[in-house]
């Protein structure tokens, strides 16, 4: 190796350590507030029942709305799973727009999400999100009253009904009041179950986006993001940053709470404060959701949906950022780097002990769930892990004389093409009893 090429490697090799110590750190920043925010959710989800959801969609009328938003915020943040859930709620007869609004409130107006923003970028952001939410949905029960009804709806209510065979419901434990379960051993196991399975479910999203957003803040120069976005350009300035902050979110394939330490680098990077709000809110049209929309409800929907979604997700980062300027509150500082360079005894790292010792209660909870009384109600989704109630499972499959279920039909299709592997995992000395599999 000549001088040159050795000095060249040395560099590369110096430039992945610095985006992977920066990845490391933000990690590092959020850890005890994703174990709070996945708890919190996994004790919502597990104590608020969502039975009268189907019976009180049926419009797109304001209470409707509000309904939606509130079923919304009780539910997994997974965007994967909130449009199957979206999608399911369409099937059993929600109005589609409601449907719609329940999937962007699942995913923008959770608990965690907030927390690992006041973390990463500061309390403003997380107060924009829930804002911005509120002037999204508002902005998306509107537009789509003209743009989401007519014919292609229910064209695509036809065709995923006449897929839609599992209609498994069993009564006594619907109408079991949340009051008794949170006082129960069983509620509490059930909560873990929640929280463990969304941290399976979003793994890989969370992992993606501590990466990118690492090598983001340590290796993409600034006037690369210059290029980017506008600066100096006044009102043109903004209405671009939060136009291009939905596209980035479209070709990074991250969505759920694994933008957010991609939205932190951005904030790094120079896109103003209305175009990360607009990225934040974009996790709903990463690529692969696309893809979904377009097998759920056909080519043509699917292209309306990418269209008023964008642009209700522009209009309320932009209506957010005019918001809070007028009340003083935009921040005006960036950090030189998104996270501290080093540990030291400050108090995430006290948290972050803290919150290690929750998370191994948790843990615990979820591997005795039967020894607990847990799971009575629930299935584990054999391929991504998640746990779905059974009553309101997007999909459902028998295997070998055993009922499964899951979290979309995109884990359906994926056990479907190769169910031996999924079987064999459920079957794996160190997994817990129904930890891959459907029935526990």
Not at 16 to 23: D, I, K, T, V
Not at 320 to 339: D, K, M, N, W
Not at 401 to 406: K, V
Request: charged letters at 15%.
């Amino acid at each position: 190796m000549t001088p040159l090429l050795a000095v060249s490697a040395l560099s590369a090799l110096g430039d992945l350590g610095r985006a992977l110590e920066e990845a490391f750190f933000m990690f590092w920043e959020t850890a005890w507030a994703l174990v709070l925010g996945f708890g919190l959710s996994g004790a919502v989800q597990a104590f608020v029942s969502r039975q009268a959801m189907q019976a009180k969609l049926g419009d797109h009328r304001p209470a409707s709305i509000a309904r939606a938003s509130g079923y919304g915020m009780v539910s997994s943040s997974c965007s994967y799973a909130a449009s199957a859930m979206a999608k399911s709620l369409f099937v059993k007869g929600a109005d589609f727009v409601a449907a719609m609004v329940f999937m962007f409130a699942s995913t923008n107006l959770v608990v965690e999400l907030g927390i690992v923003l006041v973390v990463l970028i500061g309390w403003q952001f997380a107060a924009a999100e829930f804002v911005g939410g509120a002037i999204m949905i508002v902005a998306l029960a509107l537009l789509g009253a003209v743009v989401l009804t007519g014919r292609r709806v229910e064209t695509a209510r036809e065709r995923l009904s006449s897929g839609d065979g599992d209609d498994y419901a069993d009564d006594a434990l619907r109408s079991e009041p949340w009051s008794r379960r949170l006082r129960s051993r069983s509620g509490w196991a059930d909560a873990a179950s929640y929280t463990m399975a969304d941290l399976t479910m979003l793994r890989r999203e969370m992992l993606v986006g501590y990466l990118i957003a690492g090598f983001l803040a340590a290796l993409v120069p600034t006037a690369v993001w210059n290029t980017v976005f506008l600066h100096g350009q006044g009102a043109w300035t903004r209405v671009e940053n939060v136009v291009v902050g939905p596209f980035i979110a479209i070709i990074s394939f991250v969505c759920s709470i694994g933008n957010v330490p991609l939205a932190a680098a951005l904030w790094h990077g120079g896109i103003s404060f209305g175009g990360v709000v607009s990225f934040v809110f974009a996790d709903l049209i990463a690529m692969p959701l696309l893809l979904i929309y377009r097998k759920f409800y056909g080519g043509r929907l699917a292209l309306r949906l990418l269209a008023v979604f964008w642009v209700v997700m522009a209009a309320a980062g932009l209506a957010t950022e005019a918001i809070f300027a007028a009340v003083g509150i935009v921040p005006t500082s960036r950090p030189l780097r998104v996270v501290p360079e080093h540990f030291s005894l400050d108090y995430t790292t006290v948290l972050n002990i803290v919150f290690v010792a929750v998370f191994a209660l948790i843990y615990w909870a979820y591997r005795n769930r039967e020894r607990l009384g847990g799971g009575a109600r629930c299935g584990i989704d054999p391929v991504c892990g998640m746990q779905v109630e059974r009553a309101n499972a997007p999909a459902a499959a028998t295997h070998q004389g055993r009922r499964l279920y899951f979290c979309s039909e995109r884990c359906a299709e994926r056990f479907a093409a190769d169910p031996d592997r999924f079987t064999r995992a459920a079957a794996a000395p160190d997994a817990s009893d129904g930890a891959a599999g459907g029935d526990p």
